[in-house]
């Protein structure tokens, strides 16, 4: 049981390139959510899906896209990346209320230059 | 206790002593909160919730106690052992849902062999 996958770990992006941040899970959790952490800062929502086609934004929604067709998948893109969007990116999953008791993945750590 | 600042506050145990690390919330309102674990590079790891209906919560060599009168909360871990050694934060939520959880910052623990 593999839990909760993120690839890749690290990346490195020129200002303006595009990437998808992949998340699979494999526990048949309805509920997945993407967040970004930051020195000094607890973790930030950026999206969340709380079911196969229904995503919504977090708090920090601005230059990310996710999509969910699919349980297991939750991929996270950022569409023109900027400097701003270095950070550390954890993916998500909880089977009970949305929020609660979650189960991250490994995370990502990107740089953007 | 957390703290907003850029640097985590710290906490030294001796291995073998019990642990206490504290959490303020910020919001009388909420009404479940989260203790995680997170080790360097890896993601939060759950250790233990407790619902606003409870002042005390046991786990495996893990207790939470949950003070609503003054907001706050406490994770403390009997036996201490070099295992433990990572960033401890809490997270509060109010009325489920993604958009209403708060995480903190963190404190981090280091046991002392």
């Known amino acids: 049981n593999a839990g909760v996958t993120q690839t890749p770990k690290f990346q490195v992006l020129k200002t303006g390139q595009s990437m998808t941040l992949q998340c699979a899970q494999d526990m048949n959790h309805e509920y997945m959510s993407w967040y970004r952490q930051d020195p000094g800062m607890g973790l930030r929502l950026i999206h969340y899906?709380?079911?196969?086609?229904?995503?919504d934004q977090g708090e920090v929604p601005n230059g990310y896209n996710v999509s969910r067709s699919t349980t297991e998948d939750f991929p996270l893109r950022l569409l023109s990346a900027a400097p701003s969007q270095t950070s550390v990116y954890f993916c998500?999953?909880?089977?009970?209320?949305?929020?609660?008791?979650?189960?991250f993945g490994s995370g990502t750590q990107l740089s953007v230059l | 206790g957390e703290s907003v600042g850029l640097h985590l506050p710290t906490l030294s145990v001796q291995e073998g002593d019990n642990s206490i690390i504290n959490c303020a919330y910020s919001?009388?309102?909420?009404?479940?909160f989260i203790w995680y674990k997170q080790e360097s590079g890896k993601g939060p790891q759950f250790i233990i919730d407790?619902?606003?209906?409870?002042d005390k919560r046991q786990g495996q060599r893990v207790t939470v106690l949950l003070n609503k009168t003054v907001k706050h909360l406490s994770l403390q871990i009997a036996a201490t052992q070099p295992g433990d050694s990572a960033v401890y934060f809490c997270?509060?939520?109010?009325?489920?849902?993604?958009?209403?959880?708060?995480f903190g910052t963190g404190t981090k623990l280091q046991v002392i062999p």
């Open positions: 998500a999953s909880s089977a009970q209320q949305p929020g609660e008791k979650l189960f």
């Open positions: 407790i619902r606003s209906n409870m």
């Open positions: 899906s709380v079911g196969a086609g229904i995503t």
């Open positions: 919001n009388s309102a909420s009404d479940y």
């Open positions: 997270a509060e939520n109010r009325d489920g849902g993604y958009q209403k959880v708060t």
